[in-house]
């Protein structure tokens, strides 16, 4: 490899030199014409000299080492995938409190990127006055304190099927901790779903 350096290193000065000898002969161009040739022939030998690869350089097949260690093109993949894992999507079921409740609730964002929350086939006893609260906590404690906790009224609810409520725009996935449905009648909570 280091022989094959030298030869082209060589055999590129030679034809520097021939033709820095050849623009300087007299043979009808003036000064200027014999300076723009001479610039345009150097010119040329560098761009035709072979690439000089500093210590340490990355070459193609090599792996990049320093202080912070190695980082290989299945590390990068692996760091990406890790990356996109964050969780965009919070779900949970219902466990009964103050009456047999079941059903889920998944809290994601919709095709506008507003995050929306959707109760899927719930069941629940009846009641007249049935809300949806969206409490910060992860615990709820089922009595009438529980009025005093950061919650978002998201409004009433049927005691059974499936919807779709769409939070505020200022609304942040650490507001979410659980989905309570409280019956105002009673100052009770029926059931509440943990968001995972």
Not at 91 to 118: C, D, E, I, K, M
Request: proline fraction near 6%; charged fraction near 15%; aromatic fraction near 6%.
């Amino acid at each position: 490899m280091t022989r094959t350096v030298q030869t082209r290193t060589a055999q590129t000065t030679t034809a520097q030199a021939t033709a820095v000898q050849t623009l300087l002969r007299p043979a009808g161009f003036t000064p200027v014409h014999r300076a723009a040739l001479l610039s345009l022939a150097l010119l040329g030998s560098t761009l035709i000299a072979p690439p000089v690869l500093a210590q340490g350089a990355a070459q193609p097949g090599h792996t990049m080492t320093g202080a912070a260690g190695s980082m290989t093109g299945s590390a990068m993949k692996e760091g990406a995938a890790k990356a996109g894992a964050m969780k965009t999507t919070l779900t949970g079921s219902f466990r009964a409190l103050h009456a047999p409740t079941t059903g889920t609730v998944t809290l994601a964002r919709n095709a506008q990127g507003r995050w929306t929350l959707t109760i899927r086939n719930l069941k629940t006893e009846p009641a007249p006055d049935l809300k949806v609260w969206l409490l910060a906590a992860k615990t709820v404690k089922d009595t009438p304190e529980l009025r005093n906790e950061k919650y978002i009224d998201l409004g009433e609810i049927a005691t059974t099927g499936t919807r779709t409520f769409l939070l505020p725009a200022t609304f942040t996935p650490e507001q979410a901790g659980s989905v309570v449905l409280w019956c105002d009648q009673f100052s009770v909570a029926f059931a509440a779903a943990t968001l995972k």
